[in-house]
């Protein structure tokens, strides 16, 4: 199909700024498919690898002052995007790069967003990445500096009687500090029943009408049956709160992913066809050169190339796999084949999306974009080209390459895990000698109990899967399936 015979959107005769901004993306995104049909598209590595070694090692441009709070995502964004280039740092700069992220951590806990930054659970997240990429075991390698007590402390004063958790003290809960907190406790190898109770029926909340999920869902109480007595939290209503979106889809996707050895019984539920077409929904026509969008109804856009081409590999990792699942069979009766002619055996277009990040997402003075004409940006860079290895690659479980994850990433000499371990189940076992009967209403967390450091005993029920024996380390899964 050539762009001059390319559908382009409907409109009405009452055009909007959205029908507008629409029209005027096609035209553009059409004006890069290139001249010649049988041009390859290709990749261009050098002047992206450019674009990052003069962010790493130049600095980032003035713009970027207001991202103050984000030094831990600058530098993941750019050292991530490396790994996906399979290009490794020289020692220097490795030691450089960790010497930097350890400045970051919180004598409390957690990561902060710069030097002297409260602890957070987004920027937590993107040290202990970054650290995974650039760090190693052993004195100086960053990886067994990290305070993995605080850190699990630090996680469980954040967690809120629902199974959610708030971003940092005093602030928000977002299904995206959820998953921050999932891959950090996992690579940190730091997850337990307790610090993950409850979360997987929160995030089964957060599922919209439409098979997407947004950020959060709203809780309901029950009235205190005493003047000053605790409120019940209500498993239902519990609508979510937003509209379905690309980023939340993703970060709520993972978390059940990485919960699923945790699920309590009776298991809390997802559903996961009307996800996948949700998913599928979000691909752009070949208009829109098969990018991605991120909400119904939105413009697409080179992250989400990683944000919802990247859920397509979580949803096969649990089985649904939308190459199994037969595209519309052609109208025969009609002889109308030729419809069904440009499309692959999958409900994810693959090479269409391989299209829209090497024509349009990259700019022509290296890195990667949301869409033309816009600047390249880091996080749009590592997003375009994690989404681009999402659509050449398959994710398979491979026990030999996991064992060799876990063998090089031992730690030296750090018993804190095994303690942590061992505290949970001292725990347990006086809470079930002191509480010949436990008290299943939850209720809010007070604010002073929210900042706790210590680790409350909770009121949650257990599941069937909180045997401490199930703690194997699973450090590798989370690398393997983002690289
Ligand atoms: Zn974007």
Known sequence: MTSTTMRRTPIDSFP?????????????????????????PTLQTQAHMQFLIRNLVQGFPARYTSQDA?????????????????VGLDPGNRQKAV??????????????????QAAHLLPTYAAVCALAIVGKPGEGGGWDQIDRKKMYNFFMSLKQPDGSFFVAHHSEVDVRGIYCLLVTATLLDIITPELVEGTSAFVASLQTYEGGFSSASQPYYAPSTSPNGPSALLESPRPPLGEAHGGYTFCALASWVMLLPYLPSPAPKINKMSLLRWLVQMQGSPVELGG???????????????????????LESIGINPSAIPAPSADKQEGKDDDWSDIDDSLLNRKALQEYILFAGQHPAGGLRDKPPKNADSYHTLSCLAGLSSAQHKVFPSPTRRKALLDSWKSTGNSTNEELRKAYVRRRALLHRGNGHRDHRRRPVE???????????????HGGNDDVLLWASRASANRQMNS
């Open 16 to 40: 909007t700024s959205t029908s507008s901004t629409q029209a005027e993306t096609e035209k553009i995104l059409l004006d890069h498919l290139p001249k010649d049909n049988k041009a390859a």
């Open 447 to 461: 604010p002073s109990e929210r900042n706790a450091p210590s680790v409350q005993p909770n009121n949650y029920a």
């Open 99 to 116: 010497d930097t992220i350890m400045a970051w951590q919180h004598p409390d806990g957690g990561f902060g967003g710069g030097p002297h």
């Open 292 to 314: 991605f969008k991120g909400r119904t109804n939105k413009l697409v856009d080179g992250c989400y190339s990683w944000w919802v081409g990247g859920a397509f590999a979580l």
């Open 70 to 86: 984000s030094q831990p995502w600058l530098l993941y964004w750019t050292l991530e995007a490396f790994s996906v280039l399979q």
